[in-house]
């Protein structure tokens, strides 16, 4: 299994000059090559320790950080809580990035881990944890070149919290926090089956602090240069600067930081003309592009000429359900059966499905089904009426979010590709190509087994 | 001892809803094995078939409450509130009522965590749901020795139809626990069993 998903060093491309003027934060301003711990420390200097656990806190929470796994919770309320738990809560910093379409994580702990591992190091001191673990996405590279790195700050004496390196199994629950937790305790990565209040327990007594690795690093650095410098770049509500993963109409594929509030058109080079209308495709460098998918698998679609003139940004997205979130952009291009796409994304959703919860792994299953014969040729004219009656059967009826997610990308498939879906009912498509263009990783054997 | 009297009522009373609730009970372990193994009852999504075996339950605990109560204040024989809880301590048939009470205790334990689901670990739920396979057997062995009733005629008809079909759903549930599907294959699972419709482009 090890070693089968592509070595995380996409090319990174320099990121737009912010607001901040001083971009990139989190990655080098040029090369993919990892950072060693001597650059790590001529770049941003020693880890800062002496500082109070509760001026740190207070500082995260003027900075206005916010989770980068996708829920945007804000991280000093979590470190707060996890700071007044006792025993202190394992930290974990969680890079298992089960998003097929994201590769932002594994790109940061590969070419900064030293950020990452000294963030996870101060969330340890914060809350007082002697031990904490990082939960990376199963890449033999990568975990080779992270146990490289703690072993080097081993060494180098940096660090009170001892820190062991877990593998997260390939699906694409296993970053749910409370499949993270599930896998730390030995047991499969399937998320809870009742929701978590709190922070989620690892036992009875102990509980776990989970962030995800760019949060960590994001903490790193506003421990060394304060709250103001965070917000010197992003918006007023939303501040600082996050990790997208981009993905042109040409297929290439980027990681990139960006400020949060940054146009959508810039990352995508999309060039909207005025006037535009609203179901056509819009030009961009890499080609026309029929439709934005944002923030990821369980984000939404967007028609391209609406998302040219958005910015990337919750307060801009979430509106029309579609979120900053993980940090997903994807540019259909114009000769893509938007359909087809969708389907193929639906039956992977369907199968990464825990397989608890009867609504998920009933419902699922049988509306990627439907949306399988919807993306075909001449599908019948109750297809569209059955899926929007069964998207909302199984909404809310998970213990986790992956209906909900699901659906959400599924419904707004269904808005936005319903031209398309007309023109399907008539025995016409316009994808004249017929490659895949959104990753999907293969269907797997399905055992229990492939949980842990 | 014929003919209902302000003496007897009580009495009636009591034997009647102990007659009502075995059935009531027996209902009550069908929809559970069945919503234990996802099964469906025609023209019921599933939700209906788990909101049914909570209704089916409260009402048998409504009947259950009546029979006990009954059979502590009917003044024929001495049974008293402890002998209820408390098995074996009854002046009565001991025995046949001490297991009945030991029935009631084991379905007053699955009310208080059922209502107290929500705040507890699930497994901890599922291991006390599981007296419910114990409590329904004692409450057949209680009615078949505390009442003649029960030994005779139509009441041992419906006695024994309670028995072959809860036997049966026992002997369905484990030949489906024997081939279950692992959790992560149940998607896949469904998946493979819808008819198959002509997709791609």
């Known amino acids: 299994m090890t070693g089968s998903l592509t070595v995380p060093n996409p090319p990174v491309t320099a990121a737009p000059p912010g ?81 097929p379409a994201s590769s932002k994580d594994s790109s940061l702990l590969w070419i900064s881990p030293h950020l990452v591992l000294d963030g996870l190091q101060l969330a340890a001191e914060v809350i007082g944890s002697p031990a ?43 970053g749910e926090e409370s499949a993270v937790v599930s896998r730390l305790t030995g047991r499969p990565a399937l998320p809870a089956y009742r929701p978590v209040r709190g922070l989620p327990r690892l036992a009875p007594g102990r509980a776990a602090l989970v962030q995800n690795v760019e949060t960590l690093a994001h903490l790193a650095l506003i421990a060394r240069y304060g709250a103001a410098w965070f917000r010197n770049a992003g918006t007023a509500a939303e501040p600082g600067t996050m990790l997208v993963t981009l993905r042109l109409a040409d297929g290439r594929t980027s990681v990139a930081e960006v400020p949060l509030g940054t146009g959508i058109a810039g990352l995508l080079g999309l060039e909207p003309a005025a006037g535009h209308l609203a179901g056509a495709s819009v030009p961009s460098a890499a080609g ?165 | 001892m014929t003919g209902i009297t302000h003496t007897t009522a009580l009495w009636y009373a009591s034997r009647a809803t102990g007659v009502v609730t075995m059935l009531l009970l027996t209902v009550v372990v069908l929809l559970g094995i069945l919503v234990n193994r996802q099964g469906r009852l025609p023209g019921l999504p599933g939700f209906a078939v788990t909101g049914l075996h909570r209704n089916v339950s409260l009402l048998a605990v409504a009947f259950l409450a009546i029979h006990v109560i009954t059979a502590i204040a009917d003044p024929f024989v001495t049974i008293g509130l402890a002998a209820a809880v408390f098995p074996f301590t009854a002046g009565y048939k001991p025995f046949w009522l001490g297991l009945g009470a030991i029935s009631l205790d084991l379905i007053a334990a699955l009310i208080v965590t059922s209502l107290l689901r929500a705040r507890m670990s699930r497994r901890a739920w599922r291991a006390i749901h599981w007296l419910g396979y114990a409590a329904w057997p004692l409450a057949v062995v209680h009615s078949l020795g505390s009442s003649a009733d029960a030994r005779s005629g139509v009441v041992l008809g419906a006695l024994s139809g309670c028995v072959l079909a809860t036997a049966a759903a026992l002997a369905w549930r484990l030949s489906q626990a024997a081939r279950e599907v692992p959790r992560a294959g149940r998607a896949a699972a469904v998946l493979s069993r819808l008819p198959a419709r002509k997709a791609g482009l």
Request: net charge positive; proline share 8%; with cysteine.
């Open chain 1, 132 to 174: 904490a673990v990082l939960y990376v996405r199963r890449n033999q590279r990568l975990h080779a070149g992270l146990a490289g790195a703690i072993a080097e700050r081993a060494a180098a004496g940096i660090g009170a919290a001892r820190v062991d390196l877990v593998q997260a199994p390939d699906r694409f629950l296993a």
């Open chain 1, 288 to 452: 026309p592009v029929q439709a934005v998918l944002a923030g990821g698998y369980h984000g939404a679609w967007l028609p391209a000429a609406e998302a040219a003139h958005l910015l990337m940004a919750g307060a801009a997205l979430r509106p029309l359900g579609a979120s900053a979130g993980a940090g997903v952009l994807a540019a259909l291009p114009a000769d893509r059966c938007g359909l087809a796409e969708t389907a193929r994304v639906a039956r992977y959703l369907a199968l990464e499905s825990a397989g608890q919860c009867g609504p998920c792994f009933n419902g699922l299953p049988r509306i990627a089904a439907a949306l399988e014969h919807l993306a075909g040729p001449r599908p019948d004219h109750r297809a569209r009426a059955d899926l929007k009656r069964w998207a909302g059967q199984v909404t809310g009826r998970g213990a986790c979010h992956h209906p909900d997610g699901s659906v959400r990308f599924i419904r707004s498939a269904l808005r936005v590709f319903a031209g398309e879906a007309g023109l399907h009912e008539q025995g016409r498509c316009c994808g004249t190509d017929p490659r895949p263009f959104l990753p999907v990783p293969a269907a797997r054997p399905a055992s229990d087994a492939d949980w842990s």
């Open chain 1, 19 to 99: 607001r901040g003027g001083d971009l990139p934060r989190l990655l080098p301003a040029s090369g993919a090559a990892p950072v060693g711990l001597r650059q790590h420390l001529d770049a941003y200097g020693a880890l800062p320790t002496a500082r109070s656990p509760g001026r740190l806190l207070r500082e995260v929470a003027a900075a206005g950080l916010t989770g980068r796994g996708g829920a945007g919770f804000p991280t000093a309320r979590k470190l707060a809580a996890a700071a007044e738990a006792r025993p202190a809560p394992l930290v974990v910093g969680n890079g298992a990035e089960g998003e």
